[in-house]
């Protein structure tokens, strides 16, 4: 299994006053970049897991688990949320659905 598609834990930061500017800024998300192995779920797995089938849910496999606090995860510029979490071993395994 290749661990080589690029991804990255996006956590929202808080809006600041700019005392200067006289107006309240959004802050920079942070991004922490890891490489996982992300694949298509199948429709019969969808079906059996979670009664449905969409056809923007992956399966993304870390090999180690992402411990800090995130919003969303951002795949080829794209942001998904995570429907489901696995933790089997020291391994960590997300199923994530695209927003919007």
């Given at each position: 299994m290749r661990y080589d598609v690029p991804i990255s834990f996006v956590k929202e930061t808080d809006k600041h006053y700019d005392p200067v500017a006289g107006e309240w800024i959004q802050g920079e998300p942070v991004r922490t970049k890891k490489y996982a192995n992300v694949t298509?779920?199948?429709?019969?797995?969808?079906?059996?897991?979670?009664?449905?089938?969409?056809?923007?849910?992956?399966?993304?496999?870390?090999?180690?688990?992402?411990?800090?606090?995130?919003?969303?995860?951002?795949?080829?510029?794209?942001?998904?949320?995570?429907?489901?979490?696995?933790?089997?071993s020291d391994t960590q395994s997300l199923v994530v659905m695209q927003n919007g």
């Open positions: 298509h779920m199948g429709a019969e797995r969808q079906q059996a897991v979670f009664g449905d089938v969409k056809a923007n849910r992956l399966v993304v496999r870390l090999q180690r688990v992402y411990k800090a606090p995130y919003d969303y995860i951002e795949i080829d510029g794209k942001s998904y949320h995570t429907d489901t979490e696995r933790l089997p």
